[in-house]
């Protein structure tokens, strides 16, 4: 057995179903996260990729299937016993305190383990941050709440984060500084689930593809083989 083989994926989704009321979004996903990498979940509006985050955080509580984190079953665990095991979640909608300053939204995680980051290093690590520290959230850019979104996490000590769309609405040099971020981030091992539909900032921070369409995963695909298969995946994408 080759040690890829041996080593078991940081997090595996099977026959994942999930529910808002009665209207069903995923019909029985399946795919991998290795432990170390990046991985996107692409795919058109609506494919139901950011209910995969939410049933992964148990915030779409209506599902059935498997989800295993570091081999424990998340499935009928609570939001807040999915972030104590480690996983962070950055929402498409940034979720930035108006009404707070760059550094006290900073503060507002819990560290629930240990190696999060102290205020300190996040200022250093997202330098753009430090310069704005004493602003109120109404008072950044698109791009600044962005950093702050993603910043905000790192405090937890979670070492799995799941982002959702942290390109949406952004000019494109904005979205290349998160990019560089987030390869950082990698870089600093930390493992990654990223939801996107620009599939340029996929294809800039990806090991892998994760193509999800009508709730189901339709192809996975290496960061090598993307440009083979682009025919195929912006067909999936409708664009
Ligand atoms: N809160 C909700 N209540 C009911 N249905 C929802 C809700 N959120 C999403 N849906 C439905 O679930 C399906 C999957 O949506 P989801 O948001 O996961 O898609 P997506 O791939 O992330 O696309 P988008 O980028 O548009 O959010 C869609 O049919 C959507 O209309």
Redesign the pocket.
């Given at each position: 057995m080759s040690s890829e083989t041996a080593k078991a994926p940081l997090l595996q989704v099977e026959n994942l179903n999930a529910w808002?009321a009665e209207?069903q979004?995923l019909h029985g996903m399946n795919f991998e996260v290795p432990e170390g990498e990046l991985v996107t979940l692409i795919?058109r509006?609506?494919?139901?990729?950011?209910?995969t985050l939410r049933s992964i955080m148990g915030i779409v509580r209506k599902r059935k299937g498997s989800i295993r984190f570091r081999g424990a079953e998340l499935i009928g665990r609570q939001t807040y016993e999915i972030a104590r095991q480690g996983i962070a979640y950055c929402p498409e909608e940034r979720a930035i305190f108006a009404s707070l300053s760059v550094r006290e939204n900073l503060g507002l995680p819990p560290v629930l383990s240990a190696g999060g980051s102290s205020d300190e290093e996040l200022l250093e690590q997202f330098p753009n941050l430090r310069a704005r520290q004493n602003s109120m959230g109404t008072m950044l850019s698109g791009g600044e709440q962005q950093m702050l979104a993603i910043a905000r996490i790192l405090r937890t000590g979670s070492r799995f984060l799941l982002l959702d769309?942290p390109s949406e609405g952004l000019a494109p040099v904005v979205v290349k500084e998160i990019g560089q971020q987030i390869l950082r981030l990698k870089q600093r091992g930390y493992t990654i689930l990223l939801?996107e539909?620009n599939l340029k900032f996929a294809q800039m921070v990806a090991d892998r593809h994760v193509v999800?369409e009508h709730g189901q995963v339709v192809d996975v695909l290496a960061a090598d083989q993307l440009q083979a298969n682009m025919a195929r995946v912006k067909t999936y994408l409708g664009v």
């Amino acid at each position: 057995m080759s040690s890829e083989t041996a080593k078991a994926p940081l997090l595996q989704v099977e026959n994942l179903n999930a529910w808002y009321a009665e209207s069903q979004a995923l019909h029985g996903m399946n795919f991998e996260v290795p432990e170390g990498e990046l991985v996107t979940l692409i795919g058109r509006n609506g494919a139901g990729k950011s209910t995969t985050l939410r049933s992964i955080m148990g915030i779409v509580r209506k599902r059935k299937g498997s989800i295993r984190f570091r081999g424990a079953e998340l499935i009928g665990r609570q939001t807040y016993e999915i972030a104590r095991q480690g996983i962070a979640y950055c929402p498409e909608e940034r979720a930035i305190f108006a009404s707070l300053s760059v550094r006290e939204n900073l503060g507002l995680p819990p560290v629930l383990s240990a190696g999060g980051s102290s205020d300190e290093e996040l200022l250093e690590q997202f330098p753009n941050l430090r310069a704005r520290q004493n602003s109120m959230g109404t008072m950044l850019s698109g791009g600044e709440q962005q950093m702050l979104a993603i910043a905000r996490i790192l405090r937890t000590g979670s070492r799995f984060l799941l982002l959702d769309e942290p390109s949406e609405g952004l000019a494109p040099v904005v979205v290349k500084e998160i990019g560089q971020q987030i390869l950082r981030l990698k870089q600093r091992g930390y493992t990654i689930l990223l939801v996107e539909q620009n599939l340029k900032f996929a294809q800039m921070v990806a090991d892998r593809h994760v193509v999800v369409e009508h709730g189901q995963v339709v192809d996975v695909l290496a960061a090598d083989q993307l440009q083979a298969n682009m025919a195929r995946v912006k067909t999936y994408l409708g664009v």
